[in-house]
C-alpha cells in the first residue's frame, strides 16, 4: 500500500516536470509548493530561480520525497525510462504516462496540481478545471521566498530601506495565520473587502479616469474586536504581503529618526506593492498633535500625514489601514485622510452565536451555544475566545478534554475579573 502511495507521488512529480518543461504559458504559481522545493532542490536562488528544463533525478527523489532508488518503483512502467547517466527519471511519451497515472488513481492529486490540472483539462472524463484547482493553489507570490527574496533585491538597491524593517512586521501571505473563513465579520466589513479588491482588479481603468482616492481604510472600534485580525486576513483573501506597523514604538523608539523613518516605511510599502500597510494605535498621532510641544514630535506626525496623502492603492497599490480604539481623539485632518471608515462594534448576540461555534468547532463540549451567547452580552470577539481558553485548561486540570459547563462558567469569571480590574482607577485607590 505505501510502495503505490509512494509510486502516484514519484509520478505525480515526474509528469509535472514534463507539462512543465512542454507548456511554456506555464508559470512557477502553477506548480505545488512541493513541486517548487523538489524543482530548485540543491540548487542555488530558490525557486525564484527555476528555470526549464526541470528534472527529477533518485537523488532528488530521496532528498525531498523521502524515496531511496526511486527508480525501481517505476521500473515496470513503460512510459518511464531511467537514464544511468545523471540518473534521471524521465517520461518517454506522455499521453499514455498521464493515463496511465490516472487509471492508478491519480485524480486526487491532479484536483490539487495547477500544472497537471493544465494538460488533464482537455480529457472529458476527467471533469478537472484548471481555473479552480489554480485558485486553491498557493500563488508562489504569496510566499516567504518569493517575499525574501524581492525585500533583499530592494535593500541592495537602497540600503536606507533596511532602516524601515527594523520599524515594521513584514509578513507574506502565506505566513499570516487569520484566515477570512476563521473570522465573523459583519455586512459591512465583507462589503469593504470586495470593494477592495474590486478596485484592485480595475486599478488601470480608474488610473485613466483619475480616481485615486480609494483603498485609505480607518477601523475604528473597542479593543477586542477584531480589526488586527481582519487587516491581516485581507493579506491572505488578496494576495498582498501586509507590513505592520505601531506609531508609539516608532516615536518612542527613534525620536530624533522618527520623520525619516516614516518616509521609509511609505517607500518600503510601495517598493514591495502590491503591500498592505496597516497602522495601529492611529490615535497617537491625535495625542501627539494636541499634548507633546516637542519639534521632532510635531515633524513626525507631519511626515505621516504628508506620507498618507501622497499614497494611493490606484497609483502605488498599496492598501493603507489605520486601525485605533479611540475614534474621538481623532481630529478633521486626520479623519479627512481616509476614504472608508469602518466600524467594529461589540458583536450582537447572533455574531456571538457564530463567533462561539467558531471557536469550539474543534473541541469536544457539554454546553449550548445560544445560552451562552445570551450570558455574554459585552464581550467582545477578543473575550469570548479568552473565556473558551480558560474553560479548556479547567478541563485540562481535570483530566478531560471536553468543556463543560462549569468550565465555562470559570471562563467568564476570569474575563469579567479582568475587565473589572482595568477599570480600577489605581490613582484614587
Known amino acids: ?27 512557477i504559481s502553477d506548480l505545488t509548493p512541493a513541486c517548487r522545493e523538489i524543482f530548485t532542490s540543491g ?34 512502467n513503460p512510459f518511464v525510462t531511467f537514464e544511468e547517466f545523471g540518473q534521471r527519471i524521465k517520461v518517454t511519451t506522455l499521453e499514455p504516462a498521464a493515463l496511465w497515472f490516472l487509471n492508478q488513481g491519480g485524480k486526487d492529486l491532479i484536483a490539487k496540481n495547477p500544472a497537471l490540472a493544465f494538460y488533464f483539462e482537455r480529457i472529458d472524463s476527467v471533469g478537472i478545471s484548471y481555473a479552480a484547482v489554480k485558485a486553491t493553489n498557493p ?29 515594521v512586521i513584514l509578513s507574506a501571505p502565506e ?11 459583519s455586512p459591512d ?19 485613466w479616469h483619475r480616481i485615486y482616492e480609494v483603498g485609505k481604510l480607518l477601523f475604528v472600534g473597542p479593543p477586542g474586536t477584531g480589526k488586527t485580525s481582519l487587516a491581516l486576513a485581507m493579506s491572505r483573501t488578496l494576495h498582498m504581503p501586509v507590513l505592520e506597523v505601531r506609531l508609539s514604538m516608532i516615536t518612542s523608539q527613534y525620536l530624533g529618526e522618527t520623520s525619516k523613518n516614516i518616509d521609509r516605511i511609505f517607500e518600503l510599502a510601495k517598493k514591495i506593492s502590491p503591500s498592505i500597510l496597516f497602522i495601529d494605535e492611529f490615535d497617537f498621532v491625535a495625542k501627539s498633535r494636541v499634548t507633546d510641544d516637542h519639534g521632532a514630535m510635531k515633524r513626525a506626525v507631519n511626515a505621516l500625514l504628508k506620507n498618507i496623502d501622497r499614497i494611493s492603492l490606484v497609483k502605488n497599490g498599496v492598501l493603507l489601514i489605520g486601525a485605533t480604539n479611540h475614534p474621538q481623539l481623532l481630529d478633521e485632518a486626520a479623519w479627512r485622510r481616509f476614504d472608508e471608515v469602518v466600524e467594529f462594534a461589540l458583536p450582537d448576540e447572533g455574531m456571538r452565536i457564530e463567533i462561539l461555534r467558531k471557536v469550539t468547532a474543534s473541541i469536544p463540549c457539554r454546553f449550548d451555544h445560544a445560552e451562552l451567547a445570551q450570558e455574554t452580552e459585552g464581550f467582545s470577539g477578543a ?21 463543560n459547563r462549569d468550565d465555562i462558567d ?15 482607577n489605581w490613582l484614587q485607590a
Not at 516536470?17 to 506555464?26: C, D, K, M, V
Not at 526541470?54 to 532528498?63: C, E, L, N, Q
Not at 474575563?415 to 480600577?424: E, P, T
Open 1 to 27: 500500500m505505501s510502495g503505490d502511495a509512494d509510486t502516484l507521488r514519484l509520478m505525480e512529480v515526474i509528469l509535472t516536470a514534463e507539462i512543465f518543461n512542454r507548456y511554456p504559458e506555464l508559470d
Open 189 to 207: 466589513q465583507l462589503r469593504i473587502i470586495t470593494k477592495i479588491n474590486h478596485a484592485l482588479s480595475h486599478r488601470d481603468i480608474l488610473q
Open 139 to 167: 500563488p508562489f507570490e504569496d510566499t516567504k521566498v518569493y517575499l525574501d527574496a524581492k525585500v533583499s533585491s530592494l535593500i541592495a538597491e537602497d540600503e536606507k530601506l533596511r532602516g524601515a524593517l527594523d520599524l
Open 43 to 76: 540548487g542555488a536562488g530558490g525557486p525564484a530561480a527555476i528555470k526549464r528544463p526541470v528534472a527529477i533525478s533518485d537523488g532528488t527523489a530521496k532528498r525531498t520525497l523521502g524515496i531511496p532508488d526511486a527508480h525501481t518503483y517505476l521500473s515496470s
Open 383 to 403: 473575550d469570548l475566545r479568552l473565556m473558551v481558553k480558560e474553560a479548556l485548561l479547567s478541563a485540562f486540570m481535570e483530566h478531560r478534554t471536553e468543556i
Open 175 to 185: 505566513e499570516v495565520e487569520q484566515h477570512l473563513d476563521d473570522l465573523v465579520c
Open 410 to 424: 470559570k471562563g467568564i469569571m476570569m474575563v469579567r475579573n479582568r475587565d473589572a480590574i482595568r477599570r480600577l
